[in-house]
T-cell receptor, first 113, second 111 residues
Framework: DADVTQTPRNRITKTGKRIMLECSQT?????MYWYRQDPGLGLRLIYY???????NKGEISDGYSVSRQAQAKFSLSLESAIPNQTALYFC????????????FGDGTRLSIL | GQNIDQPTEMTATEGAIVQINCTYQ??????LFWYQQHAGEAPTFLSY????GLEEKGRFSSFLSRSKGYSYLLLKELQMKDSASYLC????????????FGRGTSLIVHP
């Protein structure tokens, strides 16, 4: 079983719809992250959470919201989806130790028509 | 803030050696990561450098010079499966101690 699981893996929806992307982890890491990836732009941080009560905006948080339901679960919502939110979304976890890498889910490919 | 630069794309021949560079400007440097990402897949960890010098792991090596704000990933004996994007990520104590990613380098390996 994957350590970091994202659902759904693919989603096609229409402009204006509310979308929720879910992430769950079995690694026991406190820190969780949501990134979006667009061609040529690398990974850009949307939101991050250091624990259940600590949620922070990243560089591109406009149009998104998050919920940290438990240490193991971190959900990303698009309240009213727009076409330029079409992208590949990744959830990641991290221990916070500088010599340890982040662990990524397999990604959610989201298309907004 | 941080500024991380990588070449957008590189090509190389199977069996050859390729060096992918990453330059960065940051305050409070705490380490640099390299990840490999195949198209449509999750990034996977390759290496971590926090001290100057070369770290070798099989066909892959990574080098860091903190004074120059420079790192490179060296891939030897290239294989077709090495065609992927390579992401450089810098960790700094400035800001919120979050790894910040460069835009990635797309490596194409030709037969």
């Amino acid at each position: 079983d994957a350590d970091v699981t994202q659902t759904p893996r693919n989603r096609i929806t229409k402009t204006g719809k509310r979308i929720m992307l879910e992430c769950s982890q079995t690694k026991g890491h406190d820190r969780m992250y949501w990134y979006r990836q667009d061609p040529g732009l690398g990974l850009r941080l949307i939101y991050y959470s250091f624990d259940v009560k600590d949620i922070n905006k990243g560089e591109i948080s406009d149009g998104y919201s998050v919920s940290r339901q438990a240490q193991a679960k971190f959900s990303l919502s698009l309240e009213s989806a727009i076409p330029n939110q079409t992208a590949l979304y990744f959830c990641a976890t991290w221990t916070g130790d500088s010599n340890q890498p982040q662990h990524f889910g397999d990604g959610t490919r989201l298309s907004i028509l | 803030g941080q500024n991380i630069d990588q070449p957008t794309e590189m090509t190389a021949t199977e069996g050859a050696i390729v060096q992918i560079n990453c330059t960065y400007q940051t305050s409070g440097f705490n380490g640099l990561f390299w990840y490999q990402q195949h198209a449509g897949e999750a990034p996977t960890f390759l290496s971590y450098n926090v001290l100057d010098g070369l770290e070798e792991k099989g066909r892959f090596s990574s080098f860091l010079s903190r004074s120059k704000g420079y790192s490179y990933l060296l891939l030897k004996e290239l294989q077709m499966k090495d065609s992927a994007s390579y992401l450089c990520a810098v960790l700094s104590s400035g800001g919120s101690y979050i790894p910040t990613f460069g835009r990635g380098t797309s490596l194409i390996v030709h037969p």
